[in-house]
């Protein structure tokens, strides 16, 4: 079964607005990393925020990771049509090397 | 190569055929990774591999799944006896090391589809 659990499951906004979704997961991590993928292009990493780490940025990316929530949320800022895509959230777990991903939230940005 | 290749892109089959798929890594990539996405779902984990060896192989869905790989570089996954419940996209991942930060980068994968 799939740990990571995105909120919501899909946005729309318009172009210029922020989105944020969230991503909680079930236990102690070494990692979360966020990924997008559209059906053009696949999956391509985004960010990746290790355990003792509480936010980062790239670019317009802003991930926040709450270890005591087991939760990260990402933040794109001033959207674009071109950011319409899914975005899941994948954890690795400590003492392990299988990735977990979440369900994905599918964003919508409407020029 | 550039990037990560699968192949076939699209397979479609008949239930209880076999079928193997193919991923080529980024060269020099140690890591590679196996994982399936069935319809608007998110990635299910198979397998990982590091160089030829597969420490886990727990997230096969069967007996039916088996992956290999040889020489530190190309991977087949091979379902036998498909079923249509296979249907799903397969994607191969590969990464510089089996390591907490290294990024993993993705192939196109492959579309199966079992009638």
């Known amino acids: 079964s799939q740990q990571g659990e995105e909120d919501p499951q899909a946005l729309s906004i318009q172009e210029g607005e922020n989105a944020t979704m969230n991503c909680s997961y079930k236990?102690?991590?070494?990692?979360l990393q966020w990924y997008r993928q559209n059906s053009g292009r696949g999956l391509v990493h985004l960010i990746l925020?290790?355990?003792?780490?509480r936010e980062k940025h790239s670019g317009r990316l802003r991930v926040t990771l709450d270890t005591s929530k087991k939760s990260s949320s990402l933040l794109i800022t001033a959207s674009r049509a071109a950011d319409t895509a899914s975005y899941f959230c994948?954890?690795?777990?400590?003492?392990?090397?299988?990735?977990?991903f979440g369900t994905g939230t599918r964003l919508k940005v409407l020029a | 190569g550039a990037g990560v290749s699968q192949s076939p892109s699209n397979k479609v089959t008949e239930k209880g055929k076999d079928v193997e798929l193919r991923c080529d890594p980024i060269s020099g990539h140690t890591a590679l990774y196996w994982y399936r996405q069935s319809l608007g779902q998110g990635l299910e984990f198979l397998i990982y591999?590091?160089?030829?060896?597969?420490?886990?192989k727990s997230g096969l869905p069967s007996d039916r799944f088996s992956a290999e790989r040889t020489g530190g570089s190309v991977s087949t996954l091979t379902i036998q006896r498909t079923q249509q419940e296979d249907s799903a996209v397969y994607l191969c991942?590969?990464?510089?090391?089996?390591?907490?930060?290294?990024?993993?980068?993705f192939g196109p994968g492959t579309r199966l589809t079992v009638l």
């Open positions: 991942a590969s990464s510089l090391a089996l390591g907490s930060a290294d990024t993993q980068y």
């Open positions: 994948a954890t690795l777990s400590s003492g392990t090397y299988k990735y977990i």
């Open positions: 925020i290790r355990s003792n780490e």
């Open positions: 591999f590091q160089g030829n060896s597969a420490p886990d």
């Open positions: 236990t102690s991590i070494n990692n």
